[in-house]
T-cell receptor
Framework: GESVGLHLPTLSVQEGDNSIINCAYS??????FIWYKQESGKGPQFIID?????DKRQGQRVTVLLNKTVKHLSLQIAATQPGDSAVYFC??????????FGTGTSLTVIP | GAVVSQHPSRVICKSGTSVKIECRSL??????MFWYRQFPKQSLMLMAT?????????EQGVEKDKFLINHASLTLSTLTVTSAHPEDSSFYIC????????????FGSGTRLTVV
């Protein structure tokens, strides 16, 4: 399968600092990627997406970088706020079919 | 727009009984819905793809006779966990895909299943 059920890595940042969350995806044929945010006990929420013909996309306070050569995605959150504390997952998609999720990273923002 | 409702949000059942979880797309039609399972502090594992009017496609290692999926309409998919055991206790999440969009896989709020 494309996703692996490992225990989540964690990242702690000070409020106001920038956060960088990394993700390695598994299938070189994946051509569409989404970052999701999941708060405790809730379903994932869409943050930002990127297609494989791009290497960078910016949203409000968030930037996604895609490196297809090494199959790596990153999510950058500017001026991290306490409300950003959550688990972040990248998900890969091939030709509009299923999304497979990466391991995830638990982000804790320290006030 | 693009709201997916999942019900129930929490359920506790006795070992050996069956539990049905519903996933509804409230304001759009979804030919395809997906069912995921998530253990504590782990990622979402895709269980199956539910297609309206046809049989579900299960991921490798997922027992289709244990996790029954029915997608009888463009707005409703159900997952039934049959003969539940404590190891089936998990967080089950559905997502739905709009018919005409690739973007817009909206997730439900999840169902916490506890089998005692």
């Amino acid at each position: 399968g494309e996703s692996v059920g490992l225990h989540l890595p964690t990242l702690s940042v000070q409020e106001g600092d920038n956060s960088i969350i990394n993700c390695a995806y598994s299938n070189s044929a994946s051509d569409y990627f989404i970052w999701y945010k999941q708060e405790s006990g809730k379903g994932p929420q869409f943050i930002i997406d990127i297609r494989s013909n791009m290497d960078k996309r910016q949203g409000q306070r968030v930037t996604v970088l895609l490196n297809k050569t090494v199959k790596h995605l990153s999510l950058q959150i500017a001026a991290t706020q306490p409300g950003d504390s959550a688990v972040y997952f990248c998900a890969e998609n091939i030709a509009g079919n299923q999304f497979y999720f990466g391991t995830g990273t638990s982000l804790t923002v320290i006030p | 727009g693009a709201v997916v409702s999942q019900h129930p949000s929490r359920v506790i059942c006795k070992s050996g009984t069956s539990v049905k979880i519903e996933c509804r797309s409230l304001d759009f039609q979804a030919t395809t819905m997906f069912w995921y399972r998530q253990f504590p502090k782990q990622s979402l594992m895709l269980m199956a793809t539910s297609n309206e009017g046809s049989k579900a496609t299960y991921e490798q290692g997922v027992e289709k006779d244990k996790f029954l999926i029915n997608h009888a309409s463009l707005t409703l998919s159900t997952l039934t966990v049959t003969s539940a055991h404590p190891e089936d206790s998990s967080f089950y999440i559905c997502s739905a895909k709009r018919m005409t969009e690739r973007v817009g896989y909206t997730f439900g709020s999840g169902t916490r299943l506890t089998v005692v």
